[in-house]
Nanobody, 125 residues
Framework: VQLQASGGGLVQSGGSLRLSCAAS????????VGWFRQAPGKEREFVAA????????YYANSAKGRFTISRDSAKNTVYLQMNSLKPEDTAVYFC???????????????????WGQGTEVTVSS
């Protein structure tokens, strides 16, 4: 599976962005897809994930209520809608995928086998 993340940019605090993760290759719709982010000088952290059925989603506490993850299986694309952005959301955002993830592994980057390149999000105050 190949992943291509896009949609990053510069936005003011309180603004919105929608990130996209386009998948290609072998049956990408059968994979769980997660978003992670890495701020300068910090470790990469989990943001959100969505199961292949599109009905089950997971969020980090920092994303709950502001971010929404969704998928369009027909387009093999997963979206991360980010609203009410804060300067602390500034980071490089990565999408990742894996086929076999148990719930306890959803937020752990080392359990994802496939990664896209990052897309940079900068939130100005």
């Amino acid at each position: 599976v190949q992943l291509q993340a896009s949609g990053g940019g510069l936005v003011q605090s309180g603004g919105s962005l929608r990130l996209s993760c386009a998948a290609s290759g072998r049956t990408p719709s059968s994979y769980t897809v997660g978003w992670f982010r890495q701020a300068p000088g910090k470790e990469r952290e989990f943001v959100a994930a969505i199961r292949r059925n599109g009905d089950t989603t997971y969020y980090a506490n920092s994303a709950k209520g502001r971010f929404t993850i969704s998928r369009d299986s027909a387009k093999n694309t997963v979206y991360l809608q980010m609203n009410s952005l804060k300067p602390e959301d500034t980071a490089v955002y990565f999408c990742a995928a894996d086929k076999f993830l148990i719930v306890s592994s959803i937020g752990q980057e080392n359990h994802y086998d496939y990664w896209g390149q990052g897309t940079e999000v900068t939130v100005s105050s």
